[in-house]
């Protein structure tokens, strides 16, 4: 029997529960669940309607840029490759289970990354520089590997992986970021608190804070944004800290529908600076940074990461449908096809003429 926590479809076949408890369940409220889901006797069932949703942002073309199984957490090293973080419930495994990120290249390939399957390997980061690890484009990798145990590997460009470190300080990890001095910063997931590892490999707690992590973004420039939901009652929050832990603004967002809510990118973009993330409904906002929201899309469904990529596009994770998702403006038609065009138009004409 599928449990309370999962999506079924009218057959019992699995076709995705997204992982945002890692742990003991927790039943969804039913303003998460997607329009087609019906509550049978406890359980949520979906049925399939048909092909895959429509995504749409206007000005934009969405497009699938790679397929890959259950896609969690992305992030671009300086070679342009794209890493995947992985959870297995999407196909029908556990969600702390083993399994090997995944490594796009430029060229679309799809590799399974690092020498061996690792626990939990739902949440990436690239340590371009090599500050953290002392490997340049080692890709991090942030695991529950017990009750009480969360964990930090990395998996170098050869494919080795280390431990960079342990903390009982939380038991699974809910983001990455890096602050102005290049320490990592890393939120936990049960518990949202904020963990500094620095340069010097020392590891600090910044923050202590209540509620269930969701994701952390950094401004690169003084600010921390961390998100954090409630359960029970899914008041989804983003507190912005100072790095040295300090509390600026409990109250940046409010109200979010919140762990399905995902604030993944921080930074400059069409729409202005400030916050991209999805909505539980499948909204794609933007909020800039006064907390004032632009909605910018719809029909996105499951997506828990959004990064901006080396070509100006925003690449997202399209957890329900196993593949990462391409969002780039509509192309402008190109000068010389426009002047090649009217060439040919009048060829045409003066022949029509000459005839
Ligand atoms: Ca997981
Ligand atoms: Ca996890």
């Not at 206007?58 to 070679?79: M, N, R």
């Not at 992985?86 to 556990?94: C, E, F, L, M, T």
């Not at 990462?324 to 009217?342: H, I």
């Amino acid at each position: 029997m599928p449990n309370k926590n999962d999506v079924w479809c009218s057959i019992g076949v699995p076709i995705k529960r997204y992982p945002v408890e890692d742990g003991p369940m927790i039943p969804w409220h039913l303003e998460v669940l997607p329009r087609n889901a019906v509550l049978v006797c406890g359980v949520f069932f979906l049925c399939p309607q048909g092909g895959r949703a429509e995504f749409v942002v206007p000005g934009y073309v969405v497009e699938t840029y790679a397929e890959v199984a259950d896609p969690i957490e992305l992030a671009f090293d300086s070679l342009g490759n794209l890493f995947v973080g992985r959870d297995n419930s999407g196909s029908g495994g556990s969600q702390v289970g083993p399994a090997k990120i995944h490594r796009i290249a430029p060229d679309g390939t799809v590799t399974e990354w690092g020498a061996e399957a690792l626990s939990d390997p739902d949440v990436v980061a690239v340590d371009t520089s090599g500050a953290i690890t002392g490997t340049p484009n080692s890709v991090l990798v942030g695991q529950r590997v017990s009750t009480t145990t969360g964990r930090v590997r990395f998996i170098k460009p050869d494919q080795s992986i280390s431990v960079l470190f342990s903390t009982t300080q939380f038991n699974n990890i809910a983001g990455f970021g890096f602050d102005s001095s290049g320490s990592l910063l890393v939120q936990g997931l049960f518990t949202p608190d904020i963990l500094r590892y620095d340069t010097n490999a020392t590891l600090t707690v910044l923050v202590e804070q209540s509620g269930r992590g969701v994701n952390l973004q950094t401004d690169g420039a003084g600010l921390i944004y961390s998100a954090t939901g409630s359960p029970g009652t899914y008041d989804g929050r983003v507190r912005i800290f100072s790095e040295a832990g300090v509390l600026v603004d409990d109250a940046y967002l409010t109200g979010l529908d919140g762990f399905r809510s995902n604030f993944n990118y921080l930074g400059q973009s069409p729409w202005g600076s400030g916050l991209l993330g999805v909505h539980s409904n499948g909204e794609l906002a933007h909020y800039d940074l006064t907390g004032a929201k632009t909605s910018i899309g719809t029909g996105f469904s499951q997506t828990p990461s959004v990064v901006l990529g080396p070509d100006g596009a925003y690449y997202l994770s399209d957890f329900t449908n196993d593949r990462v998702l391409r969002v780039a403006p509509v192309p402008e038609p190109d000068s010389l096809l426009v002047l090649l065009s009217l060439w040919v138009l009048t060829i045409i004409r003066r022949g029509r003429r000459d005839r």
